[in-house]
């Protein structure tokens, strides 16, 4: 396989897609794709390998073939039911001679149904898709000697792509480098274990995919270490893009309400079966078998009648509404069921770090061995002072100037300039290190070059330091003057002073007295109570670099540098939104890393937490039972030292006592945890790739309050889906009581056709639901505590509302019903003997255009409410009334739906009926608010 040649440039031969990479050293490697481990690849090679190789992505061969999507409309059971009633009225029709009218109009209806499900369904596919795209997650890479942040789906082969703890690969690769790499590759091999990857091994063409431990493969994960490496496949060339089995992204799940909604499918379709067999029988037994066609006929509208065939469009666009609302409001939806169930949610247990707080760190204080300084300066433009204490000291001290080298060299971020503005790549709270060591004038750029990393122990969240190994030239650095080596160790203050039996005082170690370590500790808790992040530093002289797997035993006899105390501050919007959970009954916990005493002023700042509040740490997690915890987490709001496994016991905890728990997490380790939760939220921006894929959204912005808003969202979805399905169901079982009662009462004939029955199913109750699915938040949302989401969807009076309101529907219409049949028979009238029915049909689609306006509230007047608030209802209104007169008076329509003209008195009297349902409706909701003030 070659490139294509452009202009007068030699063709470079490209290596053969699926080489057996692992026979090959990394130079060889790096020869083949013309790539330069320091600096990647240029701007011209880019181009013209994103030109042939195209974007690197997978083919979704998970979502649903547009043909699959097609047919599994008509195999919905309502649908099928309807062709059935389709084809036994087609017999009836044709035995008597007549145009099987209606059995058409229905096979056309459910073609159109399906048409529209179809159109509906793929637009939702499309939007999972978009949303797909935007979860897409980043890369970090090194081109034209820059290390910059790219979309995944530009990778080229060739680039050269640097690895951390938590990324999950987007292409396949040949190690160039790798610090105590382990990589999970059970999305590949289905091997649970991790495997130790490494970069200087050549292994045989036969070694198979797990044990070709110089590659990386593309949908694996990242759990411990660093590498650089070099990008050798991509999109579908990759092994797993081979055997195409992991999709990532967005997946689509039935969600809890699409699910009781099908089974309502199935409850409905049994019951009007039984209806159609019942009215059969009754009414053979009553007349005998000569009127046997016309119950037949009574019994097939009953049937469509008693199916709502708009209802599951409306579902799938009301979720679909409500996931693109909450993208709006920076919450990214991956899991379907999260639109509706986060409503219910009645806990939000979140991090501190970049959620609660901006992430943006600014190092305040710094303390070494003997003496506190002051830093000044904003942001991370290393613009500002360190001013001593005692300022005389500040030049001849060597004391700052160890502590500022191992900010710099114990550190994964980079300090970048760009335009005027300072900005970090990696972690804030490295980036806030570099900056403090640039206002001391030491650079990562300089240090890096005299002293390079040789190994590291990398940070985790459970051991709460890092700790890194220098090669020092002995004439850079006279203190290690007999070492080679120097090991520089930040993290948990706490933590990386027990390993410290020395301090560094004058330019020298000296020991660390019980006293001394008693002062550090109190100092710390100062600066933690007044919210600021504190980290301790130490080194250590090494004549060797430990074995890789006894890195951690070197994280002893450490020489204590000093504290630096940063201050990351909320972010200011959480304290309203911390107010607004509260309101909502939703209680707000703090779950962090971070110091007791940062968390506790921070989470006392932002209203969490009550200055005397107990507080658990991590340690007291570890000394209790689940039994206890089980006692305390309802008392408890801040977590603080806690590692990511005590996520999981919190939550499983919580979930214990029936609380239903969204949880924050950002690290390779706390996806147990957001697997648990009944929402898991990854974040957007700091959030590793292993974290996104196990939660149901993520938060785009990292930021709480949009958890809030996503709630608030999640809530005014479910009330809206139940708004309309009380709106559907009740005038489903107002038609069937009328069909039914038109026999029993005498009245000869049906008083709806089938036809008539699809059309108010569908478009006279389907736009204004479609309309109601749009209703913005009632005022209250955020006021009154959650609905349990295991409730069903008839609790809360629903059910009985839907009764009620179909019984009333039936009585208006039933009255209106017998006057129109007497009336039309009064001698001299002119018109259709046979309009009745078409009084009867108007009359409920004009009821139901009342009902839509006054459902919009449960305890709001339709005067109160400002119609405009959602113009949808009254445009969809006008148009279903528009259309329901065309169908009166067009005479095409008429004989289509078999319809009659109706004179101004027929039809003002219809008006005056479908008014009552308003009516009474409206009534209901003052004689509610009576009962209320009465209760109060
Ligand atoms: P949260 O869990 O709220 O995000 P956090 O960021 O403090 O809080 P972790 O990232 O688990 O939680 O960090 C735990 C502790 O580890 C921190 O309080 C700090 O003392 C230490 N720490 C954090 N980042 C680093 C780092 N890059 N290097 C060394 N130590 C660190």
Same mark, same amino acid.
């Given at each position: 396989m070659t490139f294509p040649t452009t202009s007068n440039q030699v063709t470079p031969a490209f290596p053969e897609i699926g080489s057996p990479w692992q026979t090959l050293s990394a130079q060889a490697s790096l020869e083949k794709f013309q790539s330069d481990p320091e600096k990647g690849l240029t701007q011209e090679q880019i181009n013209q390998r994103q030109q042939y190789f195209g974007p690197n992505e997978l083919k979704d061969t998970g979502g649903r073939s547009p043909l699959t999507i097609l047919w599994e409309q008509f195999t919905n059971i309502m649908l099928v039911m309807l062709m059935a009633v389709a084809v036994i009225s087609a017999v009836l029709d044709v035995r008597k001679g007549a145009f099987p009218k209606d059995a058409v109009a229905i096979f056309s209806i459910v073609v159109l149904n399906g048409l529209l499900g179809y159109l509906q369904e793929s637009k939702a596919e499309k939007a999972l898709a978009a949303l797909k795209n935007l979860s897409s997650p980043k890369v970090r890479v090194i081109r034209q000697g820059i290390v910059q942040e790219i979309s995944a789906k530009e990778l080229v082969p060739g680039d050269i792509m640097l690895l951390e703890a938590g990324v999950q690969l987007a292409a396949d690769g040949r190690l160039l480098e790798a610090q105590n790499l382990q990589i999970r590759e059970s999305a590949l091999t289905g091997e649970a274990e991790t495997v130790n990857k490494q970069a200087d091994i050549i292994l045989g063409e036969d070694a198979p995919l797990g044990d070709r431990l110089n590659l990386v493969f593309q949908g694996t994960e990242v759990v411990q270490g660093r590498a650089k490496v070099l990008v050798t496949s991509i999109g579908m060339e990759t092994e797993i893009g081979r055997i195409a089995t992991l999709i990532q992204g967005v997946e689509t799940e039935d969600t809890p309400l699409q699910q009781r909604m099908s089974q309502l499918g199935n409850v409905l379709v049994s019951s009007s079966l039984g209806l159609v067999v019942l009215v059969v029988i009754v009414g053979v037994l009553r007349s %005998?078998? =000569?009127?046997f066609e016309e119950l037949l006929e009574v019994s097939l509208s009953m049937a469509v009648a008693v199916v709502p065939e708009g209802l599951p469009a409306v579902v799938t666009v009301t979720l679909a509404i409500g996931t693109q609302r909450m993208v709006r409001r920076h919450a990214l939806i991956r899991k379907l069921p999260a639109v509706e169930t986060l409503g219910s949610v009645t806990t939000i247990c979140s991090d501190? +770090? %970049? +959620?609660? +707080? =901006?992430?943006k760190m600014v190092v305040q204080k710094v303390q070494t061995g003997s003496y506190a300084y002051e830093v000044t300066g904003e942001g991370y433009a290393p613009q500002g002072d360190l001013i001593a204490q005692d300022s005389d000291e500040y030049e001849i001290n060597g004391e700052i100037k160890q502590l500022l080298t191992a900010c710099v060299l114990c550190n994964d971020a980079l300090l970048q300039k760009k335009g005027k503005n300072w900005e970090i790549i990696g972690d804030p709270t490295e980036g806030a290190l570099l900056t403090l060591a640039g206002k001391g004038g030491l650079y990562r750029e300089d240090l890096w070059l005299e002293m390079p990393r040789v190994a590291e122990i990398p940070f985790s969240s459970e051991r709460k330091r890092m700790s890194v190994i220098i090669k020092v030239f002995p004439e850079a650095d006279k203190v290690v003057n007999l070492h080679s080596y120097l090991m520089f160790t930040k993290g948990s203050p706490e933590i990386v002073l027990e390993g410290c039996t020395a301090v560094y005082q004058g330019n020298q170690a000296v020991h660390l007295s019980d006293d001394q370590r008693k002062q550090i500790l109190a100092q710390n808790d100062r600066w933690a109570a007044k919210g600021l992040r504190v980290l301790g530093f130490a080194s250590k002289p090494l004549s060797d670099i430990p074995e890789h797997d006894r890195g951690e035993m070197a994280e002893t006899e450490l020489i204590w540098l000093g504290l630096v105390g940063m201050l990351d501050a909320p972010r200011k919007e959480v304290k309203g939104a911390v107010l607004r959970c509260r309101e909502a009954g939703i209680r707000p916990i703090m779950i962090t890393g971070d110091h007791q005493l940062t968390a506790k002023a921070i989470a006392t700042e932002l209203g #969490?937490?009550?200055?005397?509040d107990p507080i658990l740490t991590g340690r007291d997690l570890q000394q209790i039972t689940p039994t206890e915890l089980g006692k305390l987490v309802s008392e408890v709001s801040v977590y603080a030292r806690v590692s990511p496994e005590h996520k999981l016991q919190i939550v499983q905890a919580l979930q214990k006592r029936g609380e239903f728990v969204a949880m924050t997490g950002d690290g390779v380790n706390d996806a147990p945890a957001l697997k648990q939760a009944d929402i898991g939220i990854a974040m957007g #921006? +700091?959030?590793t790739d292993v974290s996104k894929e196990a939660s149901d959204a993520i938060l785009l912005d990292d930021n709480f309050a949009t958890i809030v808003a996503a709630t608030e969202e999640g809530r005014v979805v479910y009330d809206n889906i139940r708004r309309f399905i009380k709106y559907i169901l009740g005038s489903n079982i107002g038609e069937v009581f009328v069909i039914a009662a038109a026999p029993l009462i005498g009245l000869g004939g049906v008083p709806l056709s089938p036809l008539q029955i699809l059309w108010m199913n569908l478009v006279t109750d389907g736009l204004p639901a479609l309309a109601l699915a749009m209703e913005p938040a009632e005022p209250n949302v955020m006021q009154r505590p959650p609905y349990s989401p295991r409730e069903s969807i008839f609790s809360r009076g629903l059910g009985l509302y839907m009764v009620r309101i179909g019984i009333i529907f039936a009585i208006l219409t039933i009255i209106l019903m017998v006057w129109a049949y007497n009336y039309v028979k009064t001698p001299g009238l002119a018109g259709d003997p046979e309009r009745w029915k078409t009084m009867v049909f108007t009359t409920l689609c004009l009821a139901q255009m009342g009902h839509a306006l006054a459902v919009r509230s449960d305890s709001q007047l339709t005067i109160e409410l400002n119609p405009f608030s959602n113009p949808y209802v009254l445009g969809a209104v006008t148009l279903t009334t528009l259309l329901q007169i065309l169908l009166i008076y067009v005479p095409p329509l008429q004989s289509f739906f078999g319809t009659h003209s109706l004179s101004a008195t027929e039809l003002l009297v219809c008006v005056g009926f479908s008014a009552l349902m308003f009516v009474w409706i409206e009534l209901e909701k003052l004689v509610s608010r009576w009962f209320l003030l009465k209760k109060q």
């Open positions: %005998g078998w =000569q009127n501190k +770090t %970049g +959620t609660l +707080t =901006q992430n #969490i937490a009550h200055p005397d #921006i +700091t959030g």
